[in-house]
C-alpha cells in the first residue's frame, strides 16, 4: 500500500508559477512510475505528467508540454510538478499518483492522492 500526499497548492495569477509536491510513504518508492492528474470543475479528470522510475523518462499531455516539468527525487520519495505560465484554464484539483507500471500510471493508476487546489486568476 502507497499513500500520496499532496502540497505546494494555491491561489496564483495568471502567468505565474507554482511547484506541487507529493511525498510518498512506501520503502520501496524507486520502483513506482510516479505522475499527475487534474481535475477541473465539471470536467473528467484527465492526465497531466507522469515519470519513470529512474526519472530519466517524462510524458506530458499536449496542453502543458513546454509549461509544466516534472520531477523526483527517490532519495526523499517526493514527486514534483513545476508549473509555469499558468493559465486559468489549469485551475484544478490536481492529484498525484503512483504504479509499478509505467503505461498504468498515465490511465489507471492503482494509487491517489488526496488532491490539492490550484486556483489560477486572470
Known amino acids: 500500500q502507497v499513500q500520496l500526499v499532496e502540497s505546494g497548492g494555491g491561489l496564483v495569477q495568471s502567468g505565474g508559477s507554482l511547484r506541487l509536491s507529493c511525498a510518498a510513504s512506501?520503502?520501496?518508492?524507486?520502483?513506482?512510475?510516479m505522475g499527475w492528474f487534474r481535475q477541473a470543475p465539471g470536467k473528467e479528470r484527465e492526465f497531466v505528467a507522469a515519470i519513470n522510475l529512474s526519472g530519466y523518462s517524462t510524458y506530458y499531455t499536449t496542453s502543458v508540454k513546454g509549461r509544466f516539468t516534472i520531477s523526483r527525487d527517490n532519495a526523499k520519495n517526493t514527486v514534483y510538478l513545476r508549473m509555469n505560465s499558468l493559465k486559468p484554464e489549469d485551475t484544478a484539483v490536481y492529484y498525484c499518483?503512483?504504479?509499478?507500471?509505467?503505461?498504468?500510471?498515465?490511465?489507471?493508476?492503482?494509487?491517489w492522492g488526496q488532491g490539492t487546489q490550484v486556483t489560477v486568476s486572470s
Open positions: 499518483v503512483a504504479d509499478k507500471v509505467l503505461s498504468r500510471v498515465t490511465g489507471t493508476p492503482d494509487y
Open positions: 512506501t520503502r520501496t518508492f524507486s520502483s513506482y512510475a
